[in-house]
């Protein structure tokens, strides 16, 4: 089979990027991040003998048009794209443009917002199919089943023929951590992926999936499942190694829901990292309870110059009610430790999660202008179909719309804080953080003149999710 998958067109100039529970634009983090999932996708089509194609449209810059075109010159068998509850409205009405291109291309989506809304996909009359969470195993046996009835293909809902019933087939078993392939990046132009500061290329590398933390406004253990499945540190080592030595990549963002949760593990990966012998950078997320100073310490010397915490918010009732499991403190200890360990900190809040007040953005504001941080993004809270959070608004009435919420625009109307304000704040916040000598002194001390040429449209893309 001829298999197309892609990252569809930005609905804006700015670039999307559209990868499990991280749905937002570029602007993010003034760079978009390669398709790990359709990468992976790829391999065990290409394993089995399929012609597969992907793409990043939002990446190189080209448009629905150029979509079109192409596909009308290949008509694939199947074209298979990522959704994002951001731009979801934008990528289900792709499908219609494909099939007027070529009717008989099967048309179908994937993530986050589809897994736990299917039935909104179908919504677009030339959408065939919605793979449902992990979507490796799903495809795969899909298109092992060309000519069969896609009733057997577990995760997988679709249309019964045309005008008849949505099938949603029962959910497919998430993958052994040993199963979990390699990215196909070969298939893909790497070149748009550079890291902000440093403007050279990047890649991620995903050493595990799932999270046995249950925070109201994450998908994270719905998508990828509460068990924390940790491949096999060769195998991960082999990967970062094959990128290294085929496409000179030596800066990596190593993306894992609770990648610290197993610490043993973390120091292996480092130590592995060490008798490689060459000169490598990366950065990851972490949860504030999972690091001490002797982990931070051999990540530090193992490469890594950046990590990310989730801090979410300055008071410890609203992480409370959120299912967060941290307290302030915490998060103050953390910061703290990475500092010392010579590490540059992000910080990452959410503003206008239930229970929020003007005294509690308040709080969290000087939390965030009291540490140490070296980077700060200010999130507004966004209901997520399949989450605690979106279950709550839907009962209490607060969403403004049904679908197309964004990260940088506040879409709950809470009782004691309309959006508008948390828009406002969510501005204030950036402009407050980001005004101070110290921060500037530090955000310059971290470009490399590899930069240069980007940090123009760097700072763009910054500044437009930032608000101003």
Same mark, same amino acid.
């Given at each position: 089979?001829?298999?197309?998958?892609?990252?569809?067109?930005?609905?804006?100039?700015?670039?999307?990027?559209?990868?499990?529970? @991280?749905?937002?634009?570029?602007?993010?983090?003034?760079?978009?991040?390669?398709? %790990?999932?359709?990468?992976?996708?790829?391999?065990?089509?290409?394993?089995?003998?399929?012609?597969?194609?992907?793409?990043?449209?939002?990446?190189?810059?080209?448009?629905?048009?150029?979509?079109?075109?192409?596909?009308?010159?290949?008509?694939?068998?199947?074209?298979?794209?990522?959704?994002?509850?951001?731009?979801?409205?934008? #990528?289900?009405?792709?499908?219609?443009?494909?099939? +007027?291109?070529?009717?008989?291309?099967?048309?179908?989506?994937?993530?986050?917002?589809?897994?736990?809304?299917?039935?909104?996909?179908?919504?677009?009359?030339?959408? !065939?199919?919605? %793979?449902?969470?992990?979507?490796?195993?799903? %495809?795969?046996?899909? @298109?092992?089943?060309?000519?069969?009835?896609?009733?057997?293909?577990?995760?997988?809902?679709?249309?019964?023929?045309?005008?008849?019933?949505? @099938?949603?087939?029962?959910?497919?078993?998430?993958?052994?951590?040993?199963?979990?392939?390699?990215?196909?990046?070969?298939?893909?132009?790497? #070149?748009?992926?550079?890291?902000?500061?440093?403007?050279?290329?990047?890649?991620?590398?995903?050493?595990?999936?799932?999270?046995?933390?249950?925070?109201?406004?994450?998908?994270? +253990?719905?998508?990828?499942?509460?068990?924390?499945?940790?491949?096999?540190?060769?195998?991960?080592?082999?990967?970062?190694?094959?990128?290294?030595?085929?496409?000179? %990549?030596?800066?990596?963002?190593?993306?894992? !829901?609770?990648?610290?949760?197993?610490?043993?593990?973390?120091?292996?990966?480092?130590?592995?990292?060490?008798?490689?012998?060459? !000169?490598?950078?990366?950065? @990851?997320?972490?949860?504030? #309870?999972?690091?001490?100073?002797?982990?931070?310490?051999?990540?530090?010397?193992?490469?890594?110059?950046?990590?990310?915490?989730?801090?979410?918010?300055?008071?410890?009732?609203?992480?409370?009610?959120?299912?967060?499991?941290?307290?302030?403190?915490?998060?103050?200890?953390?910061?703290?430790?990475?500092?010392?360990?010579?590490?540059?900190?992000?910080?990452?809040?959410?503003?206008?999660?239930?229970?929020?007040?003007?005294?509690?953005?308040?709080?969290?504001?000087?939390?965030?202008?009291?540490?140490?941080? #070296?980077?700060?993004?200010?999130?507004?809270?966004?209901?997520?179909?399949?989450?605690?959070?979106?279950?709550?608004?839907?009962?209490?009435?607060?969403?403004?719309?049904?679908?197309?919420?964004?990260?940088?625009?506040?879409?709950?109307?809470?009782?004691?804080?309309?959006?508008?304000?948390?828009?406002?704040?969510?501005?204030?916040?950036?402009?407050?953080?980001?005004?101070?000598?110290?921060?500037?002194?530090?955000?310059?001390?971290?470009?490399?003149?590899?930069?240069?040429?980007?940090?123009?449209?760097?700072?763009?893309?910054?500044?437009?999710?930032?608000?101003?």
């Amino acid at each position: 089979m001829k298999v197309w998958l892609f990252n569809p067109p930005s609905p804006s100039s700015m670039g999307y990027t559209r990868e499990g529970r @991280c749905t937002q634009e570029a602007g993010a983090w003034a760079t978009q991040w390669p398709p %790990i999932s359709l990468a992976c996708v790829a391999t065990l089509l290409l394993e089995d003998g399929h012609e597969v194609k992907v793409k990043d449209y939002s990446a190189v810059g080209q448009n629905a048009s150029a979509l079109y075109g192409e596909i009308q010159i290949d008509r694939p068998d199947i074209a298979l794209w990522s959704t994002g509850t951001p731009t979801f409205s934008f #990528d289900l009405k792709l499908a219609g443009g494909i099939k +007027s291109v070529s009717p008989a291309t099967r048309t179908g989506v994937l993530g986050t917002h589809v897994s736990f809304a299917p039935e909104e996909a179908f919504q677009e009359a030339e959408i !065939d199919f919605v %793979i449902r969470h992990e979507p490796e195993a799903v %495809i795969r046996n899909l @298109c092992r089943r060309e000519g069969a009835s896609p009733k057997t293909v577990a995760g997988l809902s679709f249309r019964d023929g045309k005008n008849r019933p949505i @099938c949603h087939n029962p959910s497919a078993p998430f993958l052994d951590a040993d199963s979990i392939p390699m990215p196909a990046w070969d298939l893909l132009d790497l #070149d748009p992926y550079r890291l902000p500061l440093k403007g050279r290329n990047f890649l991620m590398v995903a050493p595990m999936r799932g999270c046995p933390y249950r925070c109201s406004f994450c998908t994270a +253990s719905l998508y990828y499942g509460e068990s924390s499945r940790y491949r096999p540190v060769e195998n991960v080592l082999v990967e970062v190694m094959a990128n290294v030595h085929r496409h000179r %990549i030596r800066e990596f963002l190593v993306w894992a !829901d609770t990648f610290t949760l197993n610490r043993r593990y973390v120091r292996q990966f480092c130590q592995g990292l060490l008798e490689q012998q060459e !000169d490598l950078s990366w950065t @990851c997320n972490s949860r504030v #309870d999972t690091v001490d100073p002797e982990t931070l310490k051999i990540m530090k010397k193992a490469g890594l110059w950046m990590i990310s915490y989730g801090i979410e918010s300055g008071n410890n009732a609203i992480l409370k009610r959120s299912g967060k499991g941290i307290t302030v403190e915490q998060t103050k200890n953390a910061v703290q430790m990475a500092k010392e360990a010579g590490l540059r900190v992000a910080g990452h809040f959410i503003l206008g999660l239930p229970g929020e007040t003007e005294e509690t953005l308040n709080e969290t504001l000087a939390l965030a202008l009291t540490l140490p941080l #070296d980077v700060a993004q200010f999130y507004a809270a966004v209901p997520f179909p399949g989450t605690r959070l979106y279950e709550e608004a839907l009962s209490c009435g607060w969403l403004k719309t049904a679908f197309g919420h964004s990260q940088n625009h506040a879409s709950l109307e809470l009782p004691d804080l309309p959006s508008e304000r948390v828009e406002a704040f969510r501005r204030y916040a950036y402009s407050r953080f980001y005004r101070r000598p110290r921060v500037w002194g530090n955000l310059l001390s971290m470009i490399e003149r590899g930069a240069f040429r980007d940090i123009l449209l760097s700072l763009k893309r910054f500044s437009s999710w930032a608000g101003d």
